[in-house]
């Protein structure tokens, strides 16, 4: 039998699609002993941690959660319970996530139909709004911000139209919630999730959803029951809600890492935090623009969070993030589907939104490249 040696992970900066560098604090909180998941004090946490979901989403929404499980099974949730065999569901296809909506919708049921739009390009009102008149839906699904991509997509015109056609709005803001604006209430979005391991600055294993009163009235009129029995939010929300009745174990100790991560958000403020994720995505394009490096979305619709970065003719992009990796403990991502071998991925979010991580950045490419 092996013997293994102790734990031994070197640390690195984590400046890819996800995950984001862990603030020692919220690190602290997951090492604390877990209690059980119907332990008052841990009844408490689960307020408070829906208080700051709230908070964060810029909702009143009540069903407001974390989902255990990463952001897909937040997407997973809102397939599976705002589906029923038959819905027409209208999807902005315009990257990697977008077409797993397509393949997690069509498994539940759903008559798909897909908007297309090149990738690292978003949806116009005008055209949601076409293709609304032309077949209804009930349901159209956007992804807010595009991590394969680069690409931010508007969604505050675009839900009151959705609504006009008598439509549900589901929006993917896995890598936009805590990093740049997400107005749940504002905008009006029925349905949304996110990871906690992108923006939000805990590691990866929760997923934030919210729900808004039109969504919930859906829930209710179903004439099937949910098909996924983890993801039920019929009976998830009686565990989350006053009820406490038991469903599932909660991932404790990942709730007491998000309180924290939340917590922090609170103390930055909301404003603060989104300034300085787009400051410093500022300092990143403007030093790649000077060594002469394009970048792959249109500025107006550039994400501060995630940079596609078009890597130069002639360099071996996969040999580059290796050497980023082995030489300077710098993790960024390579192109996925249709800019595989395109673009290189930097994501600045949470703790990873700093000055010193683009300046590392820049000087390591300068660097590698020689430029
Ligand atoms: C990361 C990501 C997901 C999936 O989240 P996981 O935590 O990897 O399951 C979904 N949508 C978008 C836009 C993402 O960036």
Redesign the pocket.
Known sequence: MTTYGDLSIVPRTLLG??PSDVHPRVLQALAYPPVGHLDPQFLNLMNEVQELLRFVFQTENSLTIPVS???????EAAFANFVEPGDSVLIGVN?Y?SE?MVDMAGRYGAVVRRLERPWGEVFTPEEIEDALRAQPAKLVAL??????TGALQPLAEIAGIVHRYGSLLLA?C??SLGGLPVQIDAWDVDIAYS?T??CIGAP?GL?PLTIGPRAREALEKRTTKVPNWYLDLTTVAQYWGAARTYHHTAPINMNYALREALRMIQEEGLEARFARHQAHAELLWAGLEEMDIGLHVEPQYRLPT?TTVRVPAGVDEMAVRKTLLERYNVEIGGGLGALKGQVWRVGLMGYSSQQKNVTLLLAALREILGR
Not at 143 to 148: I, L
């Open positions: 699609p996800g499980g990463t952001g897909t099974a937040g997407m990257g996530f797993r992804v807010h911000a595009e991590t394969s993917d896995v890598t990871g391991q992108k990866p997923a995630l």
